[in-house]
């Protein structure tokens, strides 16, 4: 069996880790310990990607030296996966000496073969994203990511000879269907391919930017971003010669969202081949958790802090939901009513129940030890036939990354055994003494909850082994056959001590049937009390700010497109329905007062990101603002 590596994006150092990055990683763990648990060797590689104008922009902000701000946040990330139990063999940072050195070898190696070259060059440059836009790829002027207008740079640099590979990579497409997966974004690759491709901008003047990996052959240049961070995967592995990169890099599978599918599919495959490194295996592409329709990203201000709902929902729980609730390659909406709902109808209901009864059974009918198995009937044996089918699909749709689909696969079973306990009903056969139906009965139930057990070991490790602790099973990932407990009906040893209880998965209540006096129930008076706690009000971010443009919105007549600055953060896009008041030029340059941290909002398809706040008094609109001298970006308190 080939070695399995698998890597995530290495995150950008400019904010903590949210969410978004903590999908990708719990993603990448889960489809790796897959493998482990099938004693496969595996490498699952993670880390941060620290050069570049947006960490110098960041570290600026807090009066630190890129090095000190990308070292802090790099701990952060490196702290908090294995509190979500991620459990990466490498952490790499684009900062370590040896990636460095890996970097300059490839650039000198492509730029000896001819395939890098200097020339001008002008562009549509977004510092969110680190790239140039082609006129054709903004929408309406701005970045389609990042909603502002790219700044128009024209300078001499060095470029990589991408269009030279553009035809093999195409072929390479075609040949190799599971190159780029899910089927969506192959096509969107192939899609890109066919329009005019440009070669590649992979240098920035140290004039402009320092902070980055200077070229091996010109001293005044630092190394593109995307060209740094990319070679993170190979030289990780100790390209060209480390024993792990010759292991490992020929089943290495790629994990990313769908906002960076054209450097991974396109850059970072072509410059493989101009490295004359054979391309990855698979590059796996999902899309994005949203919340309310917006993609939740920093920028946007409306990241979910994975931490906050670990220690909320439980690790297990959170990751649970996470692999469950967004079908791979497509977005999916965050909420914690969502994430609660699942929680109590799978886990505590489903799994969490049954485990309990059948524990409790288990002590009642045999003083806690696994009884010897009597002789199967017709209904013993479907359950069976039906459990040994359900892990079989499960491994395999987990291995093709559909983890949701796996996972409801999996509670088909589930949801078979709650039924079977009742349609075999094993305190009437107590009833009735028929020990022989009901030692079967019980073991079939005992087993399946084992088998169930180490199967959700990559989705929940801490609670797959407390589960097997109960059932008196000690996890041992070297001894584990999962080829033979998808075959056959044995592993529990009869006479096996099993816990009384289960109280892995509690049911949550979002606080609507908590006593009266209890800390929820008075929570809830307070949130239905008309006056605002402090709290409350501490929670708005209101802030002075200044209109730099104003902009019609299409087919929208009370509305404007403001372009606000709110001091040293992004400049807000802001919708507000000002134009029957103020004509544009009016409001270019006026102070303003504005509610920064609003959920984001399409209004009329344009991205909202905030309000200005304003007095109306009949036909008469006035906009709130601070007395002269506040500078833009102080916070009203
Ligand atoms: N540094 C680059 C990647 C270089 S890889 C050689 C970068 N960094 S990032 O910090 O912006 O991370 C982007 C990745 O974070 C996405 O591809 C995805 O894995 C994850 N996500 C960030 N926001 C997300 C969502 N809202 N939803 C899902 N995943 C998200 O790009």
Not at 403 to 427: C, E, G, I, M, T
Not at 429 to 435: D, P, Q, R, T, V
Request: include cysteine; aromatic fraction near 10%; glycine fraction near 6%.
């Amino acid at each position: 069996m080939n070695p399995f590596f698998i890597s995530t994006p290495i995150y950008y150092v400019n904010a903590k880790p949210h969410l978004g990055h903590a999908y990708t990683t719990i993603v990448a763990d889960s489809i790796n310990r897959m493998h482990r648990l099938q004693n496969r060797q595996t490498y699952f590689l993670t880390g941060t990607d620290e050069h570049g104008d947006k960490i110098v922009e960041a570290a600026a902000r807090k009066n630190q030296s890129p090095e000190t701000y990308a070292e802090k946040i790099s701990t952060l990330f490196r702290q908090i996966w294995p509190l979500l139990e991620i459990e990466n063999d490498r952490f790499i940072r684009t900062t370590d000496p040896e990636h460095k050195e890996c970097v300059q070898k490839i650039l000198l190696k492509v730029y000896d073969s001819g395939d890098i070259y200097f020339g001008e060059y002008g562009g549509h440059y977004c510092y969110g994203c680190e790239r140039f836009y082609t006129e054709k790829e903004l929408v309406d002027g701005l970045c389609p990511d990042h909603l502002e207008k790219p700044k128009f740079l024209q300078e001499k640099n060095y470029f990589f000879r991408m269009t030279k590979y553009l035809e093999p990579l195409k072929q390479h497409i075609l040949g190799n269907p599971d190159f780029i997966r899910p089927e969506r974004y192959r096509n969107e690759v192939l899609g890109m391919l066919g329009d005019e491709l440009n070669d590649l901008c992979i240098s920035r003047p140290k004039t402009r930017l320092s902070w980055g990996i200077e070229l091996p052959f010109d001293h005044n240049y630092v190394t593109y971003v995307w060209f740094d961070a990319l070679i993170n995967y190979i030289s990780a592995l100790g390209w060209p010669d480390g024993p792990d990169f010759k292991k490992y890099w020929s089943g290495a599978h790629h994990l990313v969202a769908k906002d960076i599918l054209k450097p991974h599919a396109v850059f970072w495959p072509t410059m493989l081949m101009a490295a004359g490194v054979p391309l990855y295996r698979s590059l796996r592409v999902h899309g994005y958790w949203t919340i309310k329709e917006t993609k939740m990203s920093k920028s946007l201000g409306n990241v979910v802090e994975p931490m906050s709902m670990k220690d909320k929902y439980g690790v297990s729980c959170f990751r649970y939901f996470l692999l469950r609730e967004m079908q791979f390659g497509l977005d999916a909406s965050f909420s914690e009513e969502a994430l609660v709902g699942r929680l109590n109808a799978d886990l505590a209901n489903d799994l969490g129940n049954l485990t309990n009864r059948v524990l409790a059974m288990t002590h009642k009918y045999f003083k806690g030890s696994v009884p010897v198995t009597g002789k199967p009937q017709d209904l013993d044996r479907e359950t069976i036939e039906l459990g040994l089918e359900s892990f079989r699909e499960y491994v395999r749709l987990y291995e093709n990354f559909d983890f949701a689909k796996a996972l409801a696969r999996l509670w088909v079973f589930v949801s078979h055994l709650n039924k079977y306990v009742d349609q075999s009903a094993p305190w009437v056969l107590f009833k009735e003494g028929n020990a022989d139906r009901l030692q079967t009965v019980m073991y079939v139930l005992l087993e399946g909850l084992r088998k169930i057990a180490l199967h959700l070991w990559p989705v929940m490790p801490g609670a797959s082994e407390k589960m097997l602790d109960q059932l008196g099973v000690k996890f041992d990932l070297e001894s584990i056959d999962l080829a033979a407990e998808t075959s056959h009906w044995q592993g529990l040893d009869a006479g096996t001590l099993v816990a009384r209880k289960s109280n892995l998965f509690p049911r949550v209540d979002l606080s609507l049937d908590k006593p009266e006096g209890s800390k929820e129930s008075q929570k809830r008076k307070k949130d239905n009390d008309p006056l605002v706690q402090f709290e409350d009000f501490q929670k708005l971010e209101i802030v002075t700010g200044k209109i730099t443009e104003v902009n019609k919105v299409q087919g929208a007549d009370k509305l404007y497109k403001l372009r606000v600055e709110i001091g040293d953060d992004k400049p807000r896009q802001i919708v507000a329905g000002l134009a029957d008041f103020f004509a544009a030029t009016d409001l270019e340059g006026r102070e303003v007062i504005v509610l920064a941290n609003l959920a984001p909002k399409k209004i009329r398809g344009v991205m909202s990101q905030g309000m200005v706040l304003a007095v109306r008094q009949g036909d008469r609109m006035s906009l709130l603002k601070a007395d002269p001298g506040v500078e833009p970006g102080k916070r009203i308190s």
